[in-house]
Every structure is written in C-alpha cells, then in structure tokens.
C-alpha cells in the first residue's frame, strides 16, 4: 500500500456535511489527514453552482437563506471559529419574504417582530393563534435549535418544557397544530410556506421540528454568501486540502471494503482502493447501503429502521435570466412566495395524486412556489431568478424519454405562467430558461428519489436512528439525512462530529 492510499479519514461524497466537517476536524487536529472523494466534478454536492457562461448565469442548487447567522447564532459562531467571516462575504436581505396571494401581497421585513407583525396587521382575528405559534417558536423552536449543544452539555435545558414538548407537540404535524390555531386556511399557508426551506408540506412535517426552522431562520438571523453556496465549498475544501488532505472530484466510490473482524478499511474507485480506519458516508444510506455494501445479511437491522426513515420531498426548479434586473420589472424582494389556494385546498390536491395530471396540478399549481431573486442577493451572479416548488419522483417519466421532455415543458410553462400573474412586469424580459426535476437532483446526488434535503423530519422518528450501533466498526453517517435539512444542521452535526474525533 503506497502512502498516498493511507488517510486518517475518508468522506464519501463531498456534500456541504463532509465538506464542514473536514474543515472542522483539520482546525481542530491540524495533522489530521482526510481524503473527501466525490463523483461530480465540483465540490460540494447541492451546495454547487453551475454555469451557464452564454447566459451570463452561475446558477446556484440550493443555497438562498444561511440560517442562524444573526447574534448568538450557531451558524455565525462556527463560522467565526473557523475564521471564515473574513473570507466570506455575507448579505443579509432586509426582507424575509413577499407573500403573493390572488387578492394582493405582503411584505415581510427579516426578523420575528417584523414577521409577527405583519401577520397580525393583516390578520387581527387570529391575534391569539399568532400569538400562540410565535411562544412555541421562542420556547420550543429554541430547544430544538439546541438539540446539538445539548446533546454534548453545552446548553442547559428547562427539563418542563421538554416535557411539555414531547407530550403536546412531538406528534402532531404542522398542519394539525395550524388547524387548532389557526381558523383562516391563508394564514395557514403562509404560516406554513416556509416547510420549503426543508422539504415538507405542512402535512409532512413534524410541529416541533418546524418550531426550531422558524425559530433558526428567522430569530436567529439568516444570510446570503456572495460568491454563492461554491463559494463556502470551495473555501472549506481548501481548508481540507491546505492541512495535507485532498478532495478528489469525477471518482465515485464503489465500494466500502471491510475485513473479517467486522471493521472498515477504506473504498474502491475507479481510480484504485484507498484506506482508512474511519470512512464518513455523505452519500444517501438507501442507496449508500444498496450499491456500496456487499454483506448485505449483516445490514438486515439496519435496513429496517432505515424502512421507516422518509425521504424529504423533491423539488422541480426553473433556473432563469432577464434582460433586465428583476427589480425593474417588479420583482423588487429577495424571496417571494407565490400562493394559489388556503391551506385546506392545496393540501386537498396533494392528497388527491391518482393520475400524473393531478400530481402536475397539486405540485406545480396550487401548492405554494417559492422565487428566489438572486440578482438582489448577489449581483455578480448574473441577472438570475429561480422558481422551486417542491415535487415527487413518482410522477415523473424516466429522463431522456419523450415523456419526460413534454412534461419538463409543461413544468416550464405552468411556472413561468404563476410567476407572470404575480409579477407581470417579467413577461417578455426572461431571456434563458432551464428546469431541474426530481430526477435531475437523483443524477447529481444519488440521493432517495431526488430528496433535497436528507430525511423528512415528521412525527415518526424512528427511522432516524438507523446509524445506531452501526454493524461495521468505523462506518459513520454525515449527511442532511442524519443532520437535518439545512447548511446550519450540516455545519452543527459536522461540529459534533469533529468534536468525537479523538474519541
Ligand atoms: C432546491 C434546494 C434549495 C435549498 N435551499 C437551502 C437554503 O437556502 N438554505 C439551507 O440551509 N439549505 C437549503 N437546502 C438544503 C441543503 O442544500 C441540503 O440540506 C444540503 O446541501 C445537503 O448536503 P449533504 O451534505 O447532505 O450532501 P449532498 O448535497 O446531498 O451531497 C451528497 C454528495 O455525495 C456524492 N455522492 C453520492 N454518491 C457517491 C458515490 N458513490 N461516490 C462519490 N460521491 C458520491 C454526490 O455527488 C453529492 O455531491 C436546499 C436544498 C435544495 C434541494
């Protein structure tokens, strides 16, 4: 075995986790030598940009809103720890969202009292629905946002109100805490727009997990990076690759090898083996564990729990350009949430998927669309605006099939039409156009149906402790699928781990 095969640590998959947790690690050991190995030909998995140079575009995947930047955020202070503030440019929108409804919209300054605010302006007969959700937010939203600090003894919780928590709020669903809160099905929805941010309409997501992404995005403050999410993957692969690491790209793993005594040794590529007595999966476990894994009889338990662990849904994307700054053609916020019906009648039309039809219509229609206008954020990045709806596999034909490219149209056309109705000003000034479906995000990442954002997080978690008691010796999981949806959930787990590493 030649020396360059031998690393302390190798990360299959070089996603956001992987790539804050090499960081972390090699600041914390400075000799550690970490081998980050992925099959795409830019670090970072969907924290990527790719570039359209004809266009004049570099699109971003994922990133629109770093959560916890703001004071006594966790974001902000492992940033600091690690010394990025200086190499990174940050832009906090004044913003949070605009929510565009048929009969008008409303701006949402960035911050909870703004958000309250606004709310309660424009909804004075819920006052006491309001006022409940933001108490949870700011008692319970906080725990949760903590999970990690308490876990290693860093934050002392008030052990009544986990109680509470667990009794009350662990097992309803967002939208079952609405509906008793909540009577008005707009306010709902809006309540609700923001389960984008990690994969889940209201009926998927669990209440108390949605309590810490609103008490995390917007009470602890959030951010942009200029540059783009490429920006923070190729800053902290250079970290890993400055400390005597390397972040070998365009080679997928194939194979996890391990000996006898039930112990990894490192991974097969194309490229040759390379060994390690720890290698961390960044990589799907369902198809980490189908494809990379050959003692398939030992991983019996372990494909068990991973049974009940839901993947977060997809998302269908219309990367576009105009031939003019959005905010001249009335596109003038940083975010804007476009609503088609109350809460009860899009979560109707999700319940009632029987044909591919009505799947293009409760996704694409009436469920909510997210516009992210990048030009406002950064600039640079070209006169760039997405469209993201969140989507299902299941609906979608297999790529390249003629099926597939008439429905990718449509998806296009039924977008681009919403946006139109509510920012008429952008009719005949887009200029490029491309769409990002379910299966494009299965490509790139190999992740569960085209999952964007690791496991659902809903009111059955049981899945997720599939990675307990792992039955091959050295085999970790860092990824969104046992950190949560989120740069912020990336960037804390990958602490936590990094902190485990002398152990
Ligand atoms: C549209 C969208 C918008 C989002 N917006 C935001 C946002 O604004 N703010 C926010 O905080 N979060 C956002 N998220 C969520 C966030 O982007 C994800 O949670 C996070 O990027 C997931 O990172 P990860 O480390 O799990 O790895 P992933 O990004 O899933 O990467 C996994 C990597 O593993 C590699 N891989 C897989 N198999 C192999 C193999 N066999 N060999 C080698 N490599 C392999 C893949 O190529 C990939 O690079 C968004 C997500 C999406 C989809």
Redesign the pocket.
């Known amino acids: 075995m030649d020396a360059g095969s031998r690393w302390d640590a190798i990360c299959?998959?070089?996603?956001?986790?992987?790539?804050?947790f090499g960081a972390q690690v090699v600041k914390r050991h400075p000799g550690a030598r970490i081998l980050v190995?992925?099959?795409?030909g830019v670090?970072?998995?969907?924290?990527?940009v790719f570039r359209r140079p004809k266009a004049g575009a570099a699109f971003d995947?994922?990133?629109?809103?770093?959560?916890g930047m703001g004071e006594g955020g966790n974001l902000r202070r492992i940033f600091a720890n690690l010394g990025l503030d200086g190499e990174l440019g940050l832009k906090v929108p004044a913003d949070y969202f605009e929510a565009c409804l048929p009969g008008g919209s409303i701006r949402f300054g960035n911050g909870v009292d703004a958000f309250r605010q606004a709310l309660q302006d424009r909804f004075p007969h819920e006052r006491a629905g309001l006022d409940r959700f933001f108490d949870e937010v700011a008692v319970h939203g906080r725990n949760g946002y903590h999970q990690f600090q308490m876990m290693d003894g860093t934050f002392e919780p008030d052990f009544a109100q986990l109680r509470y928590a667990h009794k009350h709020l662990k097992h309803v669903t967002l939208a079952q805490a609405l509906a008793e809160r909540i009577n008005d099905p707009w306010l709902r929805e809006i309540l609700a727009a923001t389960g984008?941010?990690?994969?889940g309409f209201a009926e998927d997501l669990g209440y108390l997990y949605f309590l810490h992404v609103v008490y995390a995005t917007l009470t602890q403050g959030n951010a942009y990076v200029e540059g783009a999410?490429q920006r923070l993957s190729d800053v902290l692969a250079r970290r890993i690759v400055a400390a005597g690491g390397q972040v070998l790209l365009g080679?997928?793993?194939?194979k996890i090898i391990g000996d006898d005594a039930g112990k990894v040794r490192g991974v097969t590529?194309a490229k040759g083996d390379f060994y390690a007595d720890r290698v961390y999966l960044?990589?799907?476990p369902h198809?980490?564990l189908r494809?990379?894994f050959d003692d398939q009889p030992a991983l019996g338990p372990v494909w068990r729990k991973l049974d009940n662990l839901k993947p977060s849904r997809?998302?269908t994307?219309v990367y576009l350009t105009t031939d003019a700054a959005p905010a001249d053609l009335g596109l003038s916020s940083t975010e804007t949430m476009v609503f088609a019906c109350g809460a009860d009648a899009s979560r109707a039309a999700r319940a009632g998927c029987a044909s591919d039809e009505a799947c293009e219509r409760a996704y694409w229609r009436d469920s909510v669309m997210e516009v992210?206008n990048y030009h406002a954020l950064d600039p640079d990045g070209g006169r760039i605006v997405?469209l993201?709806v969140l989507d299902a596999m299941a609906h979608w034909p297999e790529r390249r099939s003629p099926a597939y490219k008439l429905k990718k149209a449509r998806a296009l056309n039924v977008l681009l039409e919403r946006l139109y109705a509510a920012k008429p000003g952008l009719r005949g000034h887009v200029v490029y156009t491309e769409v990002s479906t379910p299966r494009t995000?299965e490509r790139?990442?190999?992740?569960t149906d085209g999952a964007?954002?690791?496991a659902m997080v809903g009111t059955d978690l049981s899945g997720h402790v599939f990675h307990h008691a792992f039955p091959i010796a050295g085999v970790h999981f860092?990824?969104?699928?046992v950190?949560?949806?989120?740069?912020?959930?990336?960037f804390g787990y990958a602490e936590m781990k990094a902190k485990q590493w002398a152990a």
């Open positions: 299959v998959g070089a996603g956001i986790t992987s790539l804050a190995i992925d099959k795409h670090p970072g998995g969907y924290a990527t995947c994922s990133l629109h809103k770093l959560s984008i941010y990690v994969g999410s080679t997928a793993v194939r590529t960044n990589a799907a198809y980490a494809t990379l997809s998302t994307t992210t997405c993201n995000y790139f990442t190999n992740n964007g954002y690791g860092l990824s969104a699928w950190a949560g949806p989120s740069y912020e959930a990336a």
